[in-house]
C-alpha cells in the first residue's frame, strides 16, 4: 500500500513539475523569439506564476494585443520555481498546482 502511495506522490510532482516548466518555457521562448505561441497561451502563463507565486508582472497591452513579460520577470519567476520546488503539490480538489507554506 505504502509503495503505491508513494509511487502516486513521485507521479502528481513529476506532472506538478512538468506544468510550471512547460508555462516557464513558453515564456522563455517568447523572450527569445522562439516561438509563435498565442497570445492566450502566454496569457495564462502569467497569470498562472502570479497566482502561484505572488510575483506580478508589469507586462502592458501593446498595439496587437500581446502581453510581454520582460526577462526580470522571467527570472524572478524561475529563481522562486527553484528555490520552492519541493514544496510544489498538486491539489486533486482543485485540480492546480499548489505550494505547500509549512
Known amino acids: 500500500m505504502f509503495f503505491c502511495s508513494y509511487n502516486s506522490l513521485a507521479q502528481d510532482n513529476k506532472a506538478v513539475f512538468v506544468q510550471v516548466e512547460k508555462r516557464l ?12 505561441d498565442s497570445t492566450l497561451r ?12 505572488s510575483i506580478f508582472s508589469n507586462s502592458d497591452i501593446v498595439a496587437e494585443n500581446q502581453l510581454e513579460p520582460s526577462l526580470a520577470e522571467y527570472q524572478k519567476w524561475d529563481n522562486w520555481y527553484q528555490e520552492n520546488k519541493s514544496k510544489l503539490y498538486w491539489n486533486k480538489r482543485k485540480k492546480q498546482v ?5
Do not use: C, P
Not at 498562472?48 to 507565486?53: A, C, H
Not at 499548489?98 to 509549512?102: E, G, L, P, S, V
Open 25 to 36: 518555457k513558453t515564456i522563455k521562448d517568447y523572450l527569445g523569439g522562439k516561438t509563435n
Open 42 to 53: 502566454r496569457a495564462e502563463a502569467i497569470v498562472f506564476f502570479e497566482k502561484l507565486t
Open 98 to 102: 499548489r505550494i505547500n507554506k509549512y
